[in-house]
C-alpha cells in the first residue's frame, strides 16, 4: 500500500509539473499578445501617422493613374521609392524617363526594377528561396498534425483512466480524488490545445495557399498575362522530358514585334503597351497542352511546341505573324489607323542541337536573320550548319 501511495504521490507530483509549465506558457504567450497588441495599439494611435499614410497611398494612385500603370507590386513599388526618394537609383531612373518621354510605361518600369535589382536576386536564388520556404512549411504543417493527434490520443487515455478509477468500490482517499481531479483537467488541457493545434494549422494551409499565389505571380507578365521568363524555362524542361519520355517530336521559335520602337517614338508607349497584349494575345491562341507561349522581355515573344516538326511549328508561325499582318490597327488615343504592325519569327527542331537552349540560340539567330532579310517572315534554323537558317514557305 505505502508503495502504491508514493508512486501514486510520484505520478501526482510529474503531472502537477507538467500542468504547471503548460499553464506558465499560456500566461507568457498571452503576455507577449497583450505587449503585442499595446504596441499595436499605440502605433495606430497617432492621428497624423495615420493622414501621413493616407496621403501616401493618394500620391501613390495619382501617379500610377497619371501615367495609366498597371496596379501590380513592381509598379506600386517603384512609385513608393520614386515619390519617397526611398531610393535614390530609382528616383533618377524616372526623372530621366519623364525628362525625355514625359510619361512612364508599364515596360519602362519594370526594366527600371530589372535593372535596380539586377544583382539581387536572380531566378535561381529566387526558386530555392521559394523552394526552401515551402519546404518549411510543409514540415511545420506536418508536425502540427502529428501534435494534433498526440495530444487527442494522449486525452483519449486520460479520459480512459478517469473513468477505470471512478468506477472503483469503495471511497477513494483524498489523495486518489486529487489525481483524479487534477486528470480531468489535463484532458481539457488537452482538448484545448489540440483545437489551438487545428487553428495553427488552418493559418499554415492559408499560408501555403497564399505562397502558390505569390510563386504564379512571380511568373507571370504582368502586362500580357502570359508566362514570364522564368515561367518558361521551367516549362520548356518539363516539355523536353515529356517528349522525350513518348519519342516525341519538338520545336521552339522566338518571335519579335517589327519597328517596336518607331510604335513607341509615333504613337506612345501606352499605345506600345497595347500593341503588347494584342499581339501577346493572338500568340495565346496557339496555347494548348502541348504548346506554351510566353513573353521573353521586351517586344520578344518564345514558344515550345511538342509533338510537332519544326516544319509544323513554323506553319502555325506564319499563319499567327500573317494574321497579325492583316490586321488595320488604329490608336486609340487619336483614332488614326497605325501603319503595319508585324513580327518576325525564328523556328529551330530542339532534338537537332545539344540541349535546348543550344536550341532557342538557334531560334533566336534565325529570328535575327528574318530580321535582316526584311521582317515580317519566318526562318528555320538549320541544325546542321551553326548560324544559318532559311524562310520558311508554306
Sequence with gaps: MGRRMNAQTGLTTRIARWAQRMSSGEEEAGQAVAETESREATRNGSAREVERRRELYNDIGSFLFAHDLDLTA???????????????????????????????????????????????????????????????LSSFSNLAVESSASASDYGEALQAKVKDMDSKKGKPDEMVTALIGLTRSMVEKSRMIEGEMRENQRKTNALQQSLETARKAAEQDHLTGLPNRRAFEARLNEEVTQAVANGESMSVAFCDIDHFKKVNDTHGHDTGDRVLKFVGSLLAKISGEKCHVARHGGEEFVMVFRGKTVDEACEIVDETRADLASRNLVDRNTGERMDQVSFSGGVADVFAYADPR???????????????????RVYMASGSEPDTASEWAA
Design 358 to 376: 543550344e536550341a532557342l540560340k538557334a531560334a533566336d539567330r534565325a529570328l535575327y536573320l528574318a530580321k535582316e532579310h526584311g521582317r515580317n
Design 74 to 136: 513592381v509598379n506600386f513599388g517603384l512609385a513608393l521609392d520614386y515619390i519617397t526618394g526611398n531610393d535614390l537609383q530609382i528616383e533618377k531612373a524616372v526623372k530621366a524617363i519623364l525628362s525625355e518621354r514625359g510619361q512612364l510605361s508599364n515596360i519602362a518600369a519594370e526594366q527600371i526594377i530589372a535593372e535596380r535589382h539586377a544583382g539581387e536576386m536572380t531566378v535561381e536564388s529566387l526558386s530555392k528561396m521559394l523552394n526552401n520556404v515551402e519546404e518549411n
